[in-house]
């Protein structure tokens, strides 16, 4: 597997910090104890000069740095279908269009969105954390 078989190429039709705001609002949310986990990020790249951008799993973004991740684990896709689910859904409200072949596949299940007025409510839990030597 090469690097490019992950994430989905996205064309951004908003600001790069909107989609990055909204996506840490989208993923795995318990209302218990107010936490948001989010499952995705945007991820500029410089690719022959030019700027592009991909949405990553955050299981993605460990293979990309060479760590071991169950993102394709052929017994659970669900990790792949909920960032296609994401994906669907930033596409759906007009922030992007997905410009990858490998959006195959959503989840049937609800994805858990924290709105834009209640995020001051919940702690945002990143799973993934962008570290300065780390190129993506």
């Not at 690097?3 to 790069?16: A, H, S």
């Not at 799993?57 to 960032?83: A, C, M, P, V």
């Amino acid at each position: 597997m090469s690097n490019e078989d992950l994430g989905v190429k996205v064309d951004i039709k908003v600001p790069f910090s909107v989609i990055k705001e909204t996506l840490e609002r989208i993923g795995i949310v318990n209302n218990e104890t107010k936490k948001i986990y989010p499952s995705c990020y945007i991820v500029e790249e410089i690719v022959e000069g030019k700027v592009e951008h991909k949405i990553y799993h955050f299981k993605e973004l460990f293979i990309k740095e060479g760590k071991q991740s169950s993102f394709f684990d052929k017994n659970d896709d669900k990790d792949l279908y909920r960032r296609n689910t994401i994906i669907y859904l930033l596409q759906e409200w007009g922030l992007i269009k997905v410009l990858s072949n490998n959006v195959e596949g959503i989840l049937v299940e609800k994805i858990d969105v924290v709105s834009h007025k209640m995020k001051h409510l919940y702690k945002i839990c990143h799973k993934y954390l962008f570290k300065n030597n780390i190129k993506l």
